[in-house]
């Protein structure tokens, strides 16, 4: 804080000083350090070009980055997409690895009531039951 501070009165009290050497040179018609005051003055022409040419380069910036936001978006996208069907195609193959229904044979039934059931039902075959 105490920095900015200095920073600032310094800037301050520099601003007041060219303001008051440009009162004095008005009221005498006198220009201080010609030559200094030239070179300072080509330099701030060339630093004003360029301020002009990095604000036009600036503006660019904003919509070159949306361009690239989308495009990393979209192949973020796309990578996920790849991701969830190479995991898609990993859970099927363990579903079937683990299923029952892979080697599925058919076999009698353990239960005495099944076996009835099916005894009856091959003894009745084509007949309709009618209850009374």
């Given at each position: 804080?105490?920095?900015?501070y ?42 004003q ?9 600036a ?20 990578s ?17 690895l ?7 044979v ?27």
């Open positions: 804080m105490i920095i900015a200095t920073v600032f009165f310094i800037s301050l009290a520099g601003l007041v000083g060219f303001f008051g050497l440009k009162e004095w040179e008005s009221r005498s018609s006198r220009v201080s350090f010609p030559a200094l005051r030239q070179k300072l003055d080509e330099w701030a022409f060339f630093l070009g360029v301020m002009v040419a990095l604000k036009a380069d503006e660019k910036i904003p919509p070159e980055m949306l361009h690239l936001l989308r495009i990393l978006i979209h192949e973020i996208a796309l996920l997409a790849s991701l969830l069907r190479f995991l898609s195609l990993q859970a099927h193959k363990l579903a079937e683990v299923s029952h229904k892979r080697n599925f058919r076999r009698a039934p353990r239960s005495e009531f099944l076996k009835k059931v099916i005894d009856h039902k091959n003894d009745n075959k084509g007949e309709v039951d009618t209850f009374e």
